[in-house]
């Protein structure tokens, strides 16, 4: 599966866990993904970066558990961007926790997913390979740009 044939921009991961970081990227290059993954590990580098940057981003997968700024504060402080809002970048968030709580707050965050961290290679795979294909063919603003 390559889904840069339909969407080469950049795919965007915010975890500080490096471990995680790595299975993920072990997952996008067993499906064959050859777009081009950016990883921060401070939400604070990433929204310093979505703020001035003019490239296109396919979707963003962000922890909620980080130190200094989390998964939710960073999407709130997005939000609150209208600039950075209308580039209407897709925000997953990921978790180790589905708790209802958690779930019902990244949504009321307007988050266009919640996915709970699988915690093997062929879990993300499968988890990837979903979400890239969806997103690959579902159409909003900034792809008609």
Known sequence: MTPTTSNPNTIIIIDDDIDDVE???????????????????????????ISTTSNKSFFIFCDINMNGLNGFELKKKIFDNEEIRLKCIPFLMLST?????????????????????????????????????????????????
């Open 23 to 49: 299975l993920f990227q072990e997952g996008f290059k067993q499906l064959g993904v050859e777009n081009e993954i950016m990883v921060f590990t401070d939400g604070n580098k990433f929204y310093d970066y």
């Open 97 to 145: 926790s589905g708790a209802p709580k958690s779930v019902l707050e990244a949504y009321s965050l307007n988050v266009q997913g919640y996915f709970i961290k699988p915690n093997s290679v062929s879990g993300i795979k499968d988890m990837f390979e979903i979400v890239v294909k969806y997103w690959s063919i579902s159409q909003r603003p900034a792809s008609q740009q």
